[in-house]
C-alpha cells in the first residue's frame, strides 16, 4: 500500500524533513507527497530522487501538488541546504485599520447614510487577509449595539478573526455598555496604539 505524506500547509524545510523520516522510518515502496508551494515540490521531488526513487508530480488543483515516488534502495540522504531552492520568507501582510466614529456613511439623509453605513461594513471582506482592525468611536458605537446590516457585518466580521475595539467612554456615554453585542471594550489607551501600529487606516 502506497504511503500518503500531507504536507500541505507546511513551509520548507518541513516537508522535506517529513519526507525524510517517513522514509527512514517505514522504507515505502511507493509514497505520495502532497505540498502547496513550488518551493516544497522541488525541494521534495530532489530528496526523493537522491534516495531512489523515480519521481513524477502533477498538479491536483490550483496551488496543491501530489508528488509521487517509485521504488527505492538506497539508504535515506542527508538533508544539505546547499542541494535545495531557499525556502522564501513570507512577506509580512499589511495591518489594515477601519476607524468608524458615526453610524452613517456621508451627510445629507441618515436613513440613507444608515444603509450606506451597513453596504460599507458588508463590503470590508474584500479587503482580505489585510483587514487587521475595526475602531468603532462615538456613534461608531452604535453600530456594535443595534440590530441591522451592519451589526450583522460586524459579527461576522468577528467571526472571521478580524479585531473589533468599541471605545467604553463611548458606549457609558450612550448608556450601551449591556448592549454591545460584538467586539472588544477597550480604552483610548488601546485605540491610539492600534493607530500607530496600521500600515494603513481607512476612515469613511
Known sequence: MAAILDCRGL???????NTK???AESHPAELYVLVDNPASLENVSRFLARNGYAVTSAEERAGVWRIKGEGSGAPVAEIKDAEYVAC?????QPKTLVLITTDTLGRGDDTLGQALMGNFIATLPELGPQLWRIVLLNGGVKLASTEGKALDGLKALDAAGV?????GTCLQHYNLLDKK????????????TSLSLADKVIRP
Do not use: H, R
Not at 11 to 17: D, E, K, N, R
Open 11 to 17: 513551509t520548507c524545510p518541513q516537508p522535506v524533513i
Open 88 to 92: 522564501p520568507t513570507p512577506a509580512a
Open 163 to 167: 479585531s473589533i475595539f468599541v471605545c
Open 21 to 23: 523520516k517517513l522514509i
Open 181 to 192: 453585542q460584538v467586539g472588544e471594550t477597550t480604552n483610548m489607551l488601546d485605540i491610539v
